[in-house]
């Protein structure tokens, strides 16, 4: 079954801080990973896409892994601000249709303090 | 800043009534979907479209329909809304290159 799992669930930092959140899928056959970031009642909006070639990819404070091996991926967010309190998503794609069909994990909602 | 619009962002009505959720893109996406979201919970695909006059349903069962008469627009309705519809309605078109999803910012339904 494909699935999408993230831990923690949720994780609390002061601000300045880095901090980690990790993803791991059972996807398959694996397209692309994108990391999503969900303000409470807004979209998602996205933080970075890759492909099973790329290793890592940033989008300033916010770095992504991928391990298409282990089917592991990480976020870590740098010198975290008071507006990086959010959901952050994590989505798996396939390669079985035109579609590509996604596959959402729940989030970790991370919450910084000052 | 992706161009995907909803309307109306908040909507509380009565059982029993009749409403649709709008979505519109102005990025010439072909590819566009709608997504139901609970609190602190992942999204559930409810219904995509591949373009004009192609509409498919996702894989949660819903009791929505859908329709695509125009590349840009992609509404949500509801026949009857009942409690259990409440929820978060999100609507996202796909790039056909860089395969990038944009979401619109959502409509809170509370069915009361």
């Known amino acids: 079954k494909n699935q999408v799992e993230q831990s923690p669930q949720s994780l609390i930092i002061l601000e300045g801080k880095n901090c980690t959140l990790q993803c791991n899928y059972t996807v398959s056959p694996f397209s692309n990973l994108r990391w999503y970031k969900q303000d409470t009642g807004r979209g998602p909006v996205s933080l970075t896409i890759?492909?099973?070639?790329?290793n890592t990819k940033s989008n300033g404070r916010y770095t992504a892994t991928l391990d298409a091996d282990t089917k592991q991926s990480s976020l870590h967010i740098t010198a975290s601000q008071l507006s990086d309190s959010a959901s952050y998503i994590c989505v798996v794609s396939d390669r079985g249709s035109t579609l590509g069909r996604l596959y959402f994990g729940r989030g970790t909602q991370l919450t910084v303090w000052p | 800043e992706a161009d995907i619009y909803q309307t109306p962002r908040y909507l509380v009505i009565g059982t029993g009534k009749k409403i649709t959720l709008e979505c519109s893109q102005t990025?010439?996406?072909?590819?566009m979907y709608w997504y139901q979201q609970d609190p602190g919970m992942e999204l559930h695909l409810i219904h995509y479209s591949y373009g004009v006059n192609s509409t498919e349903k996702g894989d949660l069962s819903s009791e929505s329909t859908v329709s695509r008469i125009r590349t840009e627009h992609f509404p949500l309705t509801l026949e009857s809304a009942r409690p259990s519809h409440t929820s978060q309605y999100l609507c996202a078109s796909i790039t056909g290159s860089s395969h990038e999803q944009y979401f619109g910012p959502g409509t809170r339904l509370t069915v009361t």
């Open positions: 990025m010439g996406h072909d590819k």
């Open positions: 890759m492909t099973f070639s790329e």
